[in-house]
């Protein structure tokens, strides 16, 4: 009854046996990806947040900021979306993307971040204590 309520529980629950059951299916990802908002090093956030809010331009970028988080998450969701599509998706830059998980949070100052597991097709992996390298053919 709650698993379609975020947060709960239930919900959490459902999504990890999600994740489960793409490692039982595929293995483990090739890549985990966290992606968060640098909301205060894009101008065009800033020039949104501005003509949005009706804001003069001797608003500081953290001032805009703080009185409009919502605008800041709606316009970084954009910005992701389109980076994924276009970077991780079409292009392929590490390889051939088979599947992917994507999980949106938000940080205590309400922006968001994305957590991603990527499996990419006909990846190999050489790892040591250090690190784990990828590598495609």
């Known amino acids: ?60 970028i953290s001032r805009l900021c703080t009185e409009d988080p919502v605008s800041i998450s709606r316009q970084f969701s954009y910005k992701f979306k389109d980076f994924f599509n276009k970077v991780i998706l079409q292009t392929g830059v590490q390889g051939k993307v088979e599947q992917y998980y994507v999980k949106k949070e938000y940080q205590m100052r309400v922006e968001p971040h994305y957590h991603i597991l990527l499996w990419i097709e006909n990846a190999r992996y050489r790892s040591s204590r250090r690190s784990l390298f990828f590598h495609t053919r």
């Open 1 to 60: 009854m709650l698993a379609p309520i975020r947060g709960t529980n239930q919900y959490w629950f459902h999504v990890k046996g999600e994740v489960k059951a793409m490692i039982a299916e595929y293995g483990s990802p090739t890549l985990f990806l966290t992606l968060s908002c640098a909301e205060y090093n894009f101008a065009d956030i800033a020039q949104c947040l501005r003509k949005v809010n009706n804001a003069p331009h001797s608003y500081s």
